[in-house]
């Protein structure tokens, strides 16, 4: 699409996680491919300072991730004062066989078995936004939250005074756009559309619905 990023510009949700809980204990119930990026916690199986819930993937991972043993035992530590974290409480996500649970489910059961609410660390949080944009260096009015997800990250990003660019694509449901109670300044049907909109923007012939 012709932007090009410096890896300090990116930020994931493993990143404010290691940021957020380094040099603490933590109990990880996450997929296997992000565990690189949690350097500098101390993953541990028992005795934990924190408890950090992921997201799924479309492998058989999630089956042992979040086995009734693992969470179970996430319980436990939850029970026994450990803090209470997840990368995000996404209810559901796109895959290439259709819409498929995620990991926002076993957040909130471990939130309604403990009675514990988990601390976000991922979107909607309004540090995961303060994060993006100081590395940045940008303005929350003069930037975009491109997305597919009206529902956790428009509402986020509006509030947070960003723009937002809805995305036709992915977790796009025409019937949730009609209901929902935050509209996106724009909709567009391909992310590679939104160079163009930004450009306009830019110019200041651009105008948000």
Known sequence: ????????????????????????R??????????????????????????????????????????????????????????????????????????????????????????VEATVLGKPSPSYFAAALDALDAQPELTWMVTDDIEADVRAARLFGMRSALVRTGKFRPETLETAEVAPDVVVSSLAQFPALLEQDLSGGLESP
């Not at 510009?9 to 040099?23: C, H, I, K, V, W």
Request: hydrophobic content about 45%; some cysteine; overall charge negative.
């Open 26 to 115: 933590v109990l990880a119930l996450v997929m296997e491919a992000i565990v690189p990026d949690l350097d500098g916690l101390e993953l541990v199986g028992h005795d934990a300072e924190a408890v950090l819930i992921g997201g799924c993937d479309e492998t058989l991972e999630p089956n042992q991730v979040f086995s009734y043993m693992n969470m179970a035992r996430a319980f436990s530590e939850i029970q026994m004062g450990a803090s209470f974290y997840c990368l995000h409480k996404n209810k559901w996500w796109q895959t290439s066989r259709g819409p498929m649970l995620d990991g926002g489910a076993f957040v909130a059961g471990l939130e309604y078995a403990t009675g």
């Open 1 to 24: 699409m012709g932007f090009e990023l410096d890896d300090l510009e990116l930020q994931t949700t493993p990143g404010a996680a290691a940021r957020e809980l380094s040099g603490k």
